[in-house]
Each structure stands twice: as structure tokens, then as C-alpha cells.
């Protein structure tokens, strides 16, 4: 665990930390502008495969933050990295939107709806899910003994202004009940994510921290990544979901615009 004020690459879930739903915390927009003017540089780094980084740059603009594509690392890029590593030149079946076909498509697979193509299955927060394809994965896991089973998060539930509504997680586990198989997992709380993050901006895990909402995926990635952690209790996680956790982070906060102040202390 290092002093945050010794941290250069913030690593930052955005959903429930940075903001929520459609609605930017007010502290967010001076909190980045600290770290930038404290000489330390933010990534946003995000579970969501449902949407691309073309429309996270969009909403982020309508929430008065600019941003370009080098400012994120998401399950989908992740997962078209880990792809590439191991099922290069597949043919994959994609449950999850348009958006993440588009990515792995741009990293040079192809996506097929013939089962008798299929190299490999992809699961992502789908957004645009049928019926059809949760029937065309449970044949492909039962009719295909060791089919590569890939998943871009685990998270259960992605929050919405009134609550949740089910994620990647929830989905698997209704496939679970199928096929009694469980899928790899790409994204947090893989450590896999921030080791991208950290590479692409050339820092270390001395130098770098993970703050998010979610122990189970924010907090035990950066500590499957051997980084700094920062719990925020603005989103998912209560107290009680702390207390109980075996993962504990290094450092607990009401919300992220804590470290505004111990940034100020440096400049």
C-alpha cells in the first residue's frame, strides 16, 4: 500500500464513483483537474461491454468531462486482447450488443451466427439480448464439450438511477443452471485490466491505484494487480458488504472527492 499522495495513474470505475446513472458527482471535474495539476495522469477503466469508448467520450462530453481513447481501458478491449493472446484468427459467437462486435471486429475476428462455425463463445453485458442467443449459447455448451467459454465481466446487477438491472454475471449464472460451466473471466476483477492500464501509460504498481464501488471486481482486481486500492462507499457497496468482505481495501472512502484534498496538501 502506498500513500496516495506518492500515486501518479488513478484508475478510476466510472459508474458509481465518478458518477451515476446519467448524473456526474459534484466533486468529479475538480477531482481530474487535481490530478492533473498535481502531475499525475487518470485512466477510466470500466466493466461496461455494452457500449464502445466512442460513447463513453460522448457521454462523458454531455457530463462536461472531455476525454479521447487513450483515457480508457474496458472489458471489451481487454477481452479483444486476451482473444487475440490465445483464440487468434477465431470465429466467435458474441452474446452482447453491437457495440461489442464492433470492437472485436475492429481487432480483426468474425463474428458468426452459424454453430458450426463457432471457434469460441463471448459473453458481455448485453443490453440487446433475445431469447435466441441464450438458446444458441446453452446448445453451443452442450453440444460442444470444451468450447471456449469467454465472459467480459462478472458483475450481477449495473446500476441505474432506480436501482439495477441485470449484468454480465446474472446471465452466465442463468447459463450456469444450463450447463453447470462457468465462463474465463476477462475483466475485473482479473488483474488483467490494470496491467493494460499501467502498460499503455508507463507507470508501476508503486505508482498506481484502483478506485471503485465494487469489492468484488473494482478492489480485487487492483489487488490482484498487486496496486493501491480505494473503496468508495458512493455506490454499490455498504458497510455491512465491507465488514463482511475478505478482500479488504487499503484505503475506505465516503466518495473519490476525498482525495481532492490530500492532493491539494502536494501542490
Known amino acids: 500500500?502506498?500513500?496516495?499522495n506518492e500515486i501518479k495513474l488513478f484508475l478510476f470505475d466510472m459508474d458509481g464513483t465518478l458518477y451515476f446513472g446519467d448524473s456526474i458527482f459534484d466533486f468529479t471535474k475538480e477531482l481530474l483537474d487535481t490530478i492533473k495539476s498535481s502531475g499525475g495522469k487518470y485512466m477510466f477503466m470500466t466493466n461496461n461491454s455494452s457500449i464502445g469508448v466512442a460513447d463513453y467520450i460522448k457521454k462523458l462530453d454531455r457530463l462536461g468531462i472531455s476525454s479521447n481513447y487513450d483515457d480508457f481501458i474496458t472489458s471489451s478491449q481487454a477481452t479483444a486482447y486476451y482473444l487475440k493472446k490465445y483464440y487468434e484468427n477465431s470465429k466467435l459467437y458474441v452474446c452482447g450488443t453491437e457495440s461489442l462486435k464492433e470492437e472485436l471486429k475492429n481487432n480483426g475476428f468474425t463474428i458468426t451466427q452459424d454453430l458450426n462455425e463457432v471457434d469460441v463463445i463471448v459473453m458481455g453485458f448485453d443490453t440487446e439480448l433475445t431469447f435466441q442467443k441464450l438458446y444458441d449459447v446453452s446448445k453451443l455448451l452442450l453440444t460442444r464439450p470444451g468450447i471456449p467459454y469467454i465472459a467480459t465481466n462478472p458483475d450481477y446487477v449495473c446500476p441505474t438511477e432506480f436501482g439495477s438491472v441485470p449484468d454480465c454475471g446474472s446471465v452466465c449464472d442463468m447459463l450456469y443452471n444450463v450447463s453447470k460451466l462457468r465462463p474465463i473471466v476477462v475483466g475485473k476483477p482479473e488483474p488483467l485490466m490494470p496491467a493494460l492500464a499501467m502498460d499503455k501509460a508507463g507507470y508501476t504498481k508503486e505508482q498506481t491505484a484502483v478506485i471503485g464501488d465494487r469489492i468484488y471486481t473494482?478492489?480485487?482486481?487492483?489487488i490482484n494487480a498487486g496496486v493501491t486500492t480505494?473503496?468508495?462507499m458512493s455506490g454499490e457497496t455498504t458497510r455491512q458488504i465491507l465488514d463482511a468482505s475478505p478482500e479488504k481495501p487499503d484505503y475506505v472512502m465516503k466518495n473519490a472527492g476525498e482525495i481532492i484534498d490530500i492532493l491539494n496538501k502536494q501542490i
Open 218 to 222: 473494482d478492489i480485487k482486481s487492483g
Open 1 to 4: 500500500m502506498n500513500k496516495i
Open 230 to 232: 480505494i473503496l468508495v
